[in-house]
């Protein structure tokens, strides 16, 4: 068995990241397997600066609309099977890598936000809906699943640092928070949860707004979640405060596979 070390980070713009140079700690990193979320870049706008170290595997998937949305993923495992799941990410918003290696189905997904108004809220929704459906289908195909990304939801009010002042912001609304319990009743654990518990004050986004990251008044809304069978494979779980470059942080897990 090896263990595997998988990195996700919503970076925000990887160009703005990479005139930063806030990706190069990734080259002191033993990462398997890096997944980004909006990247807001074709692939060819990729700067090939962002790390020193090379990966030998590199799946992009762009937004249709340039600018916006867009995930990267950077691996040196080879696939068994890579698509972009169009039929969950219908618009063509680059959403989602699915990268398949041994018995696992493998997703780094930037989840749609709802806060733009009641129509994107209500495709946020039918996301979530289509997405739950083709990781079941898949896990009665026997497959494992693990997936990362930017959910845009915080499940429980331990999970932000204001949930009385958000209860009718879209990432907090009831609706949101219901589909986040369905996941979870479907089999999916929350890897951060599992092994942290019920600790307060980590989160994963803040505001540029007043002073928010200084003042830790965040949001979790980044996750790793896993198939209950692969519970007790779990070595770590665990978000990386201290890297900046982006409104959001890295966070990381660590499995025996």
């Not at 807001?40 to 020193?52: D, H, N, R």
């Not at 799941?85 to 989840?111: K, Q």
């Not at 996941?183 to 707004?209: E, L, P």
């Not at 405060?241 to 942080?249: N, Q």
Request: aromatic fraction near 14%; include cysteine.
């Amino acid at each position: 068995m090896k263990t595997y070390k998988f990195i996700s980070w919503n970076v925000n713009g990887i160009r703005a990241v990479d005139k930063k140079k806030a990706l190069s700690w990734i080259d002191d990193e033993n990462v398997d397997f890096l997944a980004l979320q909006e990247i807001k870049a074709q692939e060819e706008q990729i700067p090939s600066s962002i790390f020193s170290r090379t990966f030998k595997q590199t799946f992009i998937n762009s937004s249709s609309n340039k600018g916006q949305s867009g995930v990267a993923l950077f691996t040196d495992v080879s696939p068994l099977h890579y698509e972009t799941t169009d039929h969950v990410d219908i618009l063509d918003e680059g959403r989602i890598n699915e990268f398949h290696f041994e018995n696992i189905a493998f997703f780094n997904v930037y989840f749609p936000n709802g806060q733009r108004n009641e129509e994107r809220l209500k495709y946020k929704m039918e996301f979530y809906d289509r997405f739950l459906d083709h990781l079941e289908n898949l896990r009665s195909e026997g497959k494992s699943i693990i997936v990362c990304g930017d959910v845009n939801t915080a499940h429980t009010p331990i999970d932000l640092a204001r949930p009385k002042a958000n209860e009718k912001t879209s990432g907090f609304l009831p609706i949101e928070r219901e589909w986040m319990d369905k996941f979870i009743s479907c089999g999916y654990v929350d890897t951060f949860r599992h092994v942290h518990g019920d600790k307060k004050d980590h989160y994963s986004w803040w505001s540029y707004r007043a002073n928010a990251r200084k003042n830790n008044v965040g949001w979790r809304i980044d996750y790793f979640f896993v198939s209950n069978d692969l519970k007790d494979k779990i070595k770590d779980a665990y978000i990386l405060d201290h890297i900046l470059g982006s409104d959001h942080c890295p966070i990381g897990l660590e499995i025996k596979l």
